[in-house]
């Protein structure tokens, strides 16, 4: 008798208990999308980044078996495109999955091959990202779909110091003059209203390229007679040409400000933007 009520017991308990399903497999290209897919998912998500090493240059990746192994699982994967990850697209065309939903951010905003790629400098870019991703994550986990779209909101909400931070800086800062080793901080100096000279040297040395003899002499030009404010460099590069224009910043007494490509460990997308933004404003203002 005893044993048929615990039976029993067990039973209702079974019944009463929820089923919990397991979270939404993520796969992001990099771990600022990661980031975002964490907030906007929360529990309901199971997020791996391929690109999160901030001491590791992302142009030079390559993908390696784990990463075809995360993406032959994955419900949802979030990329970048116009060619910073290109090695992720590959995949994808190499292991089709019907069920698979896909975020491609750079189609999502209306860019194409040979634009900066560095499409999340512009919170403009991740609020449409995160608006995507949760929709995406609506279609595949239905029962859900409020937490998401609430999510969304709040991510929104939470990237307004973010923008109020810009538009300080627009106000103070609009028409400087700065100089740029790469353009990974493009569309955050266009939001500020800097102009950056030598563009075409950041965009030979972003595409691995040799810049022209007129391009490195322009740049040198702008340090040595101090046209410039302040220089950005590319934290997770070190080509030996870079290095040598940031002593020369330095020589010259112009503030150099590094910026990184990667989210870096402990941040979430929002402190590492507010963060680098605060640096340049220090650096600015000197």
């Known amino acids: 008798m005893r044993y048929t009520h615990i039976a029993a017991a067990l039973g209702f ?10 979270p939404v497999k993520v ?10 897919a964490s907030q906007i998912g929360g529990t309901h998500v199971a997020v791996t980044s391929i690109l999160s090493n901030p001491d590791q240059d992302p ?3 390559e993908a390696s078996a784990s ?3 995360d993406l032959a699982n994955a419900q949802l994967v979030i990329i970048n495109g116009v060619d910073y990850d290109p090695w992720m697209e590959k995949l994808l065309k190499a292991n089709k999955a019907p069920q698979r939903k896909e975020v491609l951010v750079a189609t999502l905003v209306g860019h194409k091959t040979g634009d900066n790629p560095h499409l999340w400098y512009d919170p403009a870019y991740m609020k449409a990202a995160a608006t995507s991703v949760a929709a995406k994550l609506a279609e595949i986990d239905p029962a859900n779909k409020a937490e998401y779209e609430s999510n969304v909101k709040a991510f929104d909400a939470s990237l307004k110091p973010l923008e ?3 538009a300080a800086l627009r106000q103070k800062y609009a028409g400087q003059k700065v100089a740029a080793s790469e353009p990974v901080f493009g569309y955050m100096a266009g939001r500020i209203g800097l102009h950056i000279g030598e563009e075409q040297f950041a965009l030979a040395v972003m595409n691995n390229t040799e810049p022209s003899a007129s391009e490195v002499a322009g740049f040198e030009r702008d340090l040595k007679e101090r046209k410039v404010k302040v220089m950005l460099f590319n934290a997770q590069a070190s080509e030996p040409a870079v290095q040598r224009l940031v002593e020369m910043a330095k020589d010259n007494q112009i503030p150099i400000v590094g910026v990184s490509e990667t ?13 680098q933004l605060d640096a340049l404003d220090k650096a600015l203002a000197q």
């Open 13 to 22: 308990c079974l019944l009463a208990s929820p089923t919990l399903a397991d």
């Open 27 to 36: 796969v992001a290209a990099e771990n600022f999308y990661g980031d975002l």
């Open 59 to 61: 142009h030079l990746f």
């Open 67 to 69: 990463t075809a192994k």
């Open 164 to 166: 109020d931070k810009i």
């Open 263 to 275: 989210e870096p460990a402990g941040k979430t997308y929002q402190e590492w933007m507010l963060s």
